[in-house]
């Protein structure tokens, strides 16, 4: 099937009489004919236990999402963060390390540099663009994963994905993507070489501002073996001694995260999160369409402003990922355009607040024009010198293209930088 088949029909196929739409399964724990059958449950979780850590109606949609990125099996989180956080405690303990690009989410700059920091997991930051033999230099002995953003928020730089593929694999160690901003529509990260794929489906997932999620997709290509992980080769004491490699194979990755991860952290998505991102994805293939085709419109508009000094925007001939974004991002490079006003972070504000039809509020890649100034909000505490070493310039705007008719995104911008 096609992705836009996939969006609608994936994950859910009703039977003889059954409802039309997947239904929402609104119930904490399910029923057992016998103590012996529960007592089994406990040693070999075939069957939802406890909406701890599955449940049927969110289940659909971790299918659906495992077959749109071309993975064997996903796990649906109640926020992107829980799906970045649990992706790496699934392959890291304490003493571990692992590598990320620099040019991520805030939000997960954060997590690595300070709450993993605190478990004694250590995240080594490299430059994407550095040349293989820089990037080798970054790993240790106990290097156990590699982190990077297909799509960077909000700097919007392209990851060379084979490139960070080549260099992992060379380590024996897995890929893990967030492709939050791309969705499996624009980019399927598996495809190039990554082994695990993060999302935040709080953004063009959900798509409508409802409702934050994530999740994490097992690839099921990445080899467990090899003496580097023994969590996934010896037997779990906490699981009755299961071998996660010897007892799911392909999906040992994926299903201990949900036994163990989500068992015992519980940041598992509602029945009715479920099934309101599952309304999101049947929307997507069309939607984010419409956010490429608008967006482009919108950056070409700021490219020939003369109150514009830069526009970040992949897909314009001329920026500085246009070649990767044309190889891993052919159908466009989402909603989001970053670009800095002349005249700094004052500027950038007054332009913000002389906005109407766009909304100055703290999120991104939903289905309304939003913008937000990450150096007066995300990246508040920083210095002017430190925002730029964090490539997020002063005068730097993250504006969030949403579904509204392009002429009127097009006019209230016009209509604020005259202001200026
Ligand atoms: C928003 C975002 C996250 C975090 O997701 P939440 O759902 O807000 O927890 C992670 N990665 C990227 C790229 C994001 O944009």
Same mark, same amino acid.
């Given at each position: 099937?096609?992705?836009?088949?996939?969006?609608?029909?994936?994950?859910?196929? #009703?039977?003889?009489?059954?409802?039309?739409?997947?239904?929402?399964?609104?119930?904490?724990?399910?029923?057992?004919?016998?103590?012996?059958?529960?007592?089994?449950?406990?040693?070999?979780?075939?069957?939802?236990?406890?909406?701890?850590?599955?449940?049927?109606?969110?289940?659909?949609?971790?299918?659906?999402?495992?077959?749109?990125?071309?993975?064997?099996?996903?796990?649906?989180?109640?926020?992107?963060?829980?799906?970045?956080?649990?992706?790496?405690?699934?392959?890291?303990?304490?003493?571990?390390?692992?590598?990320?690009?620099?040019?991520?989410?805030?939000?997960?700059?954060?997590?690595?540099?300070?709450?993993?920091?605190?478990?004694?997991?250590?995240?080594?930051?490299?430059?994407?663009?550095?040349?293989?033999?820089?990037?080798?230099?970054?790993?240790?002995?106990?290097?156990?994963?590699?982190?990077?953003?297909?799509?960077?928020?909000?700097?919007?730089?392209?990851?060379?994905?084979?490139?960070?593929?080549?260099?992992?694999?060379?380590?024996?160690?897995?890929?893990?993507?967030?492709?939050?901003?791309?969705?499996?529509?624009?980019?399927?990260?598996?495809?190039?070489?990554?082994?695990?794929?993060?999302?935040?489906?709080?953004?063009?997932?959900?798509?409508?501002?409802?409702?934050?999620?994530?999740?994490?997709?097992?690839?099921?290509?990445?080899?467990?073996?090899?003496?580097?992980?023994?969590?996934?080769?010896?037997?779990?004491?906490?699981?009755?001694?299961?071998?996660?490699?010897?007892?799911?194979?392909?999906?040992?990755?994926?299903?201990?995260?949900?036994?163990?991860?989500?068992?015992?952290?519980?940041?598992? #998505?509602?029945?009715?999160?479920?099934?309101?991102?599952?309304?999101?994805?049947?929307?997507?293939?069309?939607?984010?369409?419409?956010?490429?085709?608008?967006?482009?419109?919108?950056?070409?508009?700021?490219?020939?402003?003369?109150?514009?000094?830069?526009?970040?925007?992949?897909?314009?001939?001329?920026?500085?990922?246009?070649?990767?974004?044309?190889?891993?991002? #052919?159908?466009?490079?989402?909603?989001?355009?970053?670009?800095?006003?002349?005249?700094?972070?004052?500027?950038?504000?007054?332009?913000?607040?002389?906005?109407?039809?766009?909304?100055?509020?703290?999120?991104?890649?939903?289905?309304?024009?939003?913008?937000?100034?990450?150096?007066?909000?995300?990246?508040?505490?920083?210095?002017?010198?430190?925002?730029?070493?964090?490539?997020?310039?002063?005068?730097?705007?993250?504006?969030?293209?949403?579904?509204?008719?392009?002429?009127?995104?097009?006019?209230?911008?016009?209509?604020?930088?005259?202001?200026?």
């Amino acid at each position: 099937m096609k992705d836009e088949t996939k969006c609608l029909h994936s994950g859910y196929t #009703p039977k003889n009489g059954d409802p039309r739409v997947m239904p929402i399964v609104q119930s904490t724990t399910y029923v057992f004919d016998s103590t012996e059958h529960i007592g089994q449950l406990f040693d070999m979780p075939t069957a939802h236990m406890y909406s701890r850590f599955s449940n049927p109606t969110v289940e659909v949609v971790e299918k659906k999402i495992a077959d749109l990125e071309g993975g064997v099996g996903a796990m649906c989180t109640s926020s992107g963060q829980a799906a970045s956080l649990l992706s790496i405690l699934n392959i890291c303990h304490s003493g571990d390390s692992f590598i990320s690009t620099s040019t991520i989410y805030g939000g997960t700059v954060n997590l690595f540099a300070v709450t993993l920091k605190k478990l004694g997991i250590e995240c080594i930051f490299v430059d994407a663009d550095a040349d293989e033999e820089t990037i080798n230099q970054a790993f240790q002995a106990n290097t156990r994963a590699v982190f990077g953003e297909t799509l960077a928020n909000p700097a919007l730089a392209v990851l060379d994905i084979e490139k960070f593929a080549r260099i992992a694999h060379n380590h024996q160690v897995p890929l893990i993507i967030d492709n939050t901003f791309a969705t499996p529509i624009l980019c399927k990260p598996i495809a190039f070489g990554a082994d695990i794929v993060v999302h935040s489906t709080s953004k063009y997932m959900d798509g409508h501002a409802l409702q934050t999620g994530g999740v994490i997709v097992d690839s099921g290509k990445f080899d467990w073996t090899n003496g580097k992980y023994p969590e996934f080769t010896q037997p779990d004491e906490s699981y009755h001694g299961v071998v996660y490699t010897r007892d799911f194979g392909n999906m040992a990755y994926i299903i201990k995260a949900r036994m163990q991860l989500m068992r015992d952290f519980g940041a598992y #998505p509602s029945a009715h999160s479920a099934f309101l991102l599952n309304l999101g994805l049947e929307t997507l293939p069309i939607r984010m369409r419409q956010y490429c085709e608008n967006a482009q419109k919108v950056a070409v508009f700021l490219k020939q402003s003369d109150k514009i000094e830069s526009v970040s925007y992949a897909a314009l001939e001329g920026d500085k990922y246009h070649e990767l974004a044309k190889k891993y991002l #052919p159908d466009g490079t989402c909603g989001v355009i970053s670009f800095v006003i002349k005249g700094g972070k004052e500027m950038a504000v007054k332009f913000m607040d002389g906005l109407k039809l766009a909304s100055n509020e703290v999120h991104v890649a939903d289905i309304r024009t939003c913008v937000l100034h990450p150096a007066s909000a995300t990246h508040r505490q920083l210095t002017d010198e430190q925002l730029i070493a964090a490539g997020v310039n002063p005068g730097m705007i993250r504006f969030s293209v949403g579904l509204e008719h392009v002429e009127d995104i097009i006019e209230d911008i016009q209509q604020s930088l005259a202001q200026l």
